[in-house]
């Protein structure tokens, strides 16, 4: 999720498309917040491990 948020952030910076940048934004910012949790060892979703 991360990743894709930081590939929409700069199709919508080349493109100038302000949808596409929003978007980035905000799965950019969710994806760093769920690699973070995921890091500590907190369980997301009810899991511990995602396959």
């Known amino acids: 999720m991360l990743v894709l948020g930081v590939i929409l952030l700069v199709l919508g910076f080349l493109f100038s498309i302000p949808v596409l940048w929003t978007?980035?934004?905000?799965?950019?910012?969710?994806?760093?917040?769920?690699?973070?949790?995921?890091?500590?060892?907190?369980?997301?979703?009810?899991?511990?491990?995602?396959?």
């Open 23 to 51: 978007i980035g934004i905000i799965l950019a910012v969710a994806g760093a917040v769920l690699a973070v949790a995921g890091a500590t060892g907190r369980r997301i979703g009810g899991r511990a491990h995602w396959y």
